[in-house]
């Protein structure tokens, strides 16, 4: 398994960071019985995120995630499961907003990323409690309290 984390300017993240991430989606790889596959991540800005948004969905705002699963096709020929993006400054924003501490939201954010690429959505509310069941179960192996209480 191998997570490619693609960033525009280095040391956006601390090393400790990116090992506690590689771990977080090797377990998910793992449970999926994916653990071949390779996941790349990009740290985006907001204007790239808005257009990314834009050009995907549709809507003209910033987001905090976005997961762009690959094509079975794909998947097969290059072992890579798909990309996420998250924007860094939404997230920092987001959250300081919301109390909490960074790199755990970081965590939160790739586990949701990750989950939406093996197909989980959030857009009724059956499929909403069982990913957010998924990402709470992931966050409590790297002792991250359920970021849905807090």
Same mark, same amino acid.
């Given at each position: $398994?191998?997570?490619?984390?693609?960033?525009?300017?280095?040391?956006?993240?601390?090393?400790?960071?990116?090992?506690?991430?590689?771990?977080?989606? /090797?377990?998910?790889?793992?449970?999926?019985?994916?653990?071949?596959?390779?996941?790349?991540?990009?740290?985006? /800005?907001?204007? !790239? $995120?808005? /257009?990314?948004?834009?050009?995907?969905?549709?809507?003209?705002?910033?987001?905090?995630?976005? /997961? =762009?699963?690959?094509?079975? !096709?794909?998947?097969? $020929?290059?072992?890579?499961? +798909?990309?996420?993006?998250?924007?860094?400054? =939404?997230?920092?924003?987001?959250?300081?907003?919301?109390?909490?501490?960074?790199?755990?939201? $970081?965590?939160?954010?790739?586990?949701? +990323?990750?989950?939406?690429? =093996? +197909?989980?959505?959030?857009?009724? !509310?059956?499929?909403?409690?069982?990913?957010?069941?998924?990402?709470?179960?992931?966050?409590?192996? =790297?002792?991250?309290?359920?970021?849905?209480?807090?």
């Amino acid at each position: $398994m191998s997570l490619n984390i693609i960033q525009d300017h280095p040391n956006q993240l601390s090393e400790t960071l990116i090992d506690q991430l590689s771990l977080l989606v /090797s377990h998910i790889l793992h449970d999926y019985k994916n653990s071949d596959l390779e996941i790349n991540l990009k740290l985006v /800005s907001s204007d !790239e $995120m808005v /257009s990314l948004n834009q050009t995907y969905r549709n809507k003209t705002k910033d987001t905090n995630v976005l /997961s =762009f699963p690959a094509d079975p !096709e794909v998947i097969q $020929m290059s072992k890579e499961l +798909g990309d996420i993006a998250i924007c860094l400054p =939404f997230m920092r924003s987001e959250a300081k907003t919301l109390n909490r501490n960074l790199d755990d939201h $970081m965590m939160h954010l790739v586990a949701h +990323g990750v989950l939406h690429l =093996f +197909g989980h959505d959030h857009i009724d !509310e059956k499929d909403a409690n069982l990913m957010e069941s998924h990402e709470i179960s992931y966050l409590k192996k =790297f002792n991250i309290a359920n970021p849905y209480t807090l």
